[in-house]
């Protein structure tokens, strides 16, 4: 298994297991996984049905529980936290992209963007907003609302508002997977960008494996476990250790 590097780490899961119920009935969806991700780096997550990658995400991003192991954002250990400071440093700290965009229907595109700083009691300072808003290529769009705009439009405000909070980490769980190929090559291209440019760390669950190629390194997992972690792959790589696998 190859491992990539682990400079200045921004997420860190330690020796992670989650068991769902208990008995007979209990199923180990996470059976020790140890993986960093650090600052600056864009990274897939792939792995079969059931392989356990949406535990993982919600492990790493704090809104479930390992049932042993230990887990870091930005240097602080969440199994230390109680609720509410769990809440404060995901709000502060995690920024989300969802497959089905999660946007506030009666609010316009700039007021959603807004939405975490709103949430959070912060004032949004309006030159970052216009930049945000910018970067994602949505400035003519800002007073629209989330029906007036495309699928490709509607992630790019969701993009925006993952941002708006400067996160030290954005997981985005299959951010392309309601978008066509073309829209969807496009909402990558911005993921990058935001890697690039605002040395972002995106961490994104994907089945698509031209999206998990378009990022800088590779995670797969089977069974619970991390069973290949390469970084700079082909579409045609992804796509024959995915079969592997399943
Ligand atoms: P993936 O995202 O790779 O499809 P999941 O993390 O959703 O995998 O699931 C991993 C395993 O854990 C699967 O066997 C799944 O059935 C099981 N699982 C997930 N969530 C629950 C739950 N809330 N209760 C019981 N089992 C669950």
């Known amino acids: 298994m190859q491992q990539a590097t682990s400079n200045g780490t921004v997420v860190a899961a330690a020796a992670v297991t989650r068991r769902y119920g ?31 990658k949406s535990t993982l995400l919600h492990i790493l991003s704090g809104l479930d529980a390992p049932t042993s192991g230990s887990v870091t954002i930005d240097g602080v250990a969440l199994q230390k936290l109680d609720d509410r400071a769990l809440t404060l440093l995901r709000r502060k700290k995690v920024g989300f992209i969802f497959q089905s965009f999660n946007l506030l229907p009666m609010l316009s595109a700039e007021e959603n963007v807004e939405l975490p700083l709103t949430i959070a009691g912060e004032k949004a300072d309006p030159e970052w907003i216009d930049e945000v808003m910018a970067s994602v290529g949505l400035d003519d769009r800002r007073r629209h609302r989330p029906s007036e705009l495309s699928g490709g439009q509607q992630q790019r405000v969701a993009i925006a508002r993952a941002l708006v909070s400067r996160p030290a980490v954005v997981f985005a769980d299959e951010p392309t997977g309601n978008l066509d190929t073309r829209t969807g090559a496009e909402i990558l291209d911005l993921l990058h960008r935001s890697v690039a440019d605002l040395g972002q760390t995106v961490v994104m669950v994907t089945h698509d494996a031209r999206a998990a190629a378009a990022s800088d390194r590779v995670v797969f997992l089977q069974d619970g476990r991390v069973v290949q972690d390469k970084p700079g792959m082909q579409v045609g790589e ?8 399943e």
């Open 238 to 245: 992804v796509l024959d250790t995915i079969r592997s696998l």
């Open 22 to 52: 208990s008995g007979d009935a209990a199923v180990d969806a996470l059976r020790g996984v140890t993986v960093n991700f650090p600052r600056g780096q864009f990274a897939s997550v792939m792995g079969p049905s059931g392989s356990g």
